[in-house]
């Protein structure tokens, strides 16, 4: 396979399977530009030649956890941004204290390459608990990226 997770690939005027996968062959009888979009789908670089690749942007959010401090008893404050293309609708920001799992705080949405002050409130930690804080802990932001909404650190 030379490309995969492709979209908008059109072959002898049949849409390719929902896959996306490609091979050398019918890549020689794509009838119009392909999409794929590099920072999730895997290219052969050696196509980027080929005057029918198209690399298209993710425009969709990106939300990340920047930081966590915690500077004074019961409170911590995560800074979350978006450094994504879009809005990020509204969502919710979620703090563990070693395995305790805190109601998680509503955030209205966040503009995109915009960040945010976000305070919590939660037991005091002593030094060396994990302290997590997830942006999105239930998914429901279609993001460019899933794996990023996690920051954890040590209580210090």
Known sequence: MILRGCSDVKLDGE?????????????AR??????????????????????????????????????LTHPTRHRYNAVVVNNGITAAGPFELQLAVGSKLLDPVSI????????????LHGPNCTPGTSLTVTADPLNLVDERNELDNAFTKLCG
Not at 15 to 22: N, P, V
Not at 108 to 119: K, M, N, W
């Open 15 to 27: 849409m390719a399977e929902e896959s996306g996968d490609i091979s050398r062959a019918q890549f």
């Open 30 to 67: 794509v009838a119009y530009p392909v999409k794929a979009d590099i920072a999730r789908d895997p290219v052969d670089i050696a196509l980027l030649g080929a005057a029918r690749v198209v690399l298209a942007a993710d425009h969709r959010p990106n939300l990340k956890v920047k930081s």
């Open 108 to 119: 209205d949405g966040l503009a995109p390459h915009s960040q945010r002050l976000v305070t």
